[in-house]
C-alpha cells in the first residue's frame, strides 16, 4: 500500500463522571472487538498504585511519571484528582498507521487530545445523578462528604460539538455498550474511509 493509500485510523476518548461506568462499557465493547486486531483499547499511565481501583493501568511514581513526559513518552498527559495520567506515544503512532485507539480520557484534557490527534471522536458516558451517587457510594473508596463533593464539582461542559457522542448508562449495560460499539464502527468508517 502507498503513503496515498494509506488511511489514517481513529482514536475515540472516553469520558464522564465518576460512577458513569466508563469502565464497564469499555469492557463491553471490548468483548465484542476482541477477534479485531485493529482496535486497541489502551492502557494509561497513572500515578496511583496499581490495585487502586477497577481500571487495569499502569503505575508509575510521581518522580517516574515526570522523567517519562519529559523524554516524550506520552502523546498526552494531564493531571487529575491529585493523580498524574498519560496516554502512550505509541497510540498516536498506532492511529497514524491506520489503526483504531480507545482511550479513557478526561474532559479537562479535551483540548489536548485535539490538539495532539486533530480529529477524534469523544464518548461522553453519563448517568442519572442518583445512579452516579449510587455507585459512587457501593464504590466504598469515599466518605458520604467526599461522593457529594464529587457529584457537585464543576466540570467543563462537554456534550455538545460535531464530535462528541452523549451515551446514558443509567440502565441495563448492553444499552449503553451496544450504542458505544456502535459509536467506535461508525468512527472507524467515518475516519478510514478514502479521501
Given amino acids: 500500500m502507498s503513503a496515498l493509500e494509506r488511511r489514517r485510523g481513529a482514536l475515540v476518548v472516553v469520558v464522564g463522571p465518576s460512577g458513569a461506568g466508563k469502565d464497564s462499557v469499555m469492557g463491553y465493547a471490548a468483548r465484542h472487538f476482541s477477534d479485531c486486531a485493529d482496535i486497541h483499547f489502551i492502557r494509561r499511565v497513572i500515578t496511583r498504585p496499581s490495585d487502586a481501583g477497577s481500571e487495569v493501568h499502569e503505575s508509575v511514581s ?3 511519571f515526570v522523567e517519562m513526559e519529559q523524554a516524550g513518552a506520552f502523546a498526552v498527559s494531564w493531571d487529575a484528582h491529585g493523580l498524574k495520567y498519560g496516554i502512550p506515544e505509541e497510540v498516536r503512532r498506532n492511529v497514524d498507521s491506520g489503526a483504531t485507539a ?3 480520557g478526561s474532559r479537562g484534557a479535551l483540548p489536548a487530545f485535539r490538539a495532539a490527534f486533530g480529529a477524534i471522536a469523544v464518548a461522553v458516558i453519563t448517568a442519572e445523578p442518583s445512579v452516579l451517587a449510587r455507585r459512587l ?4 473508596r469515599e466518605s458520604e462528604e ?3 463533593r464529587r457529584l457537585s464539582r464543576q466540570v467543563p461542559d462537554v ?5 462528541v457522542t452523549v451515551i446514558d448508562n443509567s440502565g441495563r449495560l448492553e444499552i449503553a455498550g451496544r450504542h458505544f460499539v456502535d459509536l467506535v464502527e461508525q468512527s472507524r468508517m467515518t475516519v478510514r474511509s478514502p479521501a
Fill in 62 to 64: 510521581v518522580a517516574e
Fill in 102 to 104: 480507545i482511550v479513557n
Fill in 137 to 140: 457510594a457501593e464504590r466504598g
Fill in 146 to 148: 467526599d461522593v457529594l
Fill in 159 to 163: 456534550t455538545s460539538g460535531a464530535d
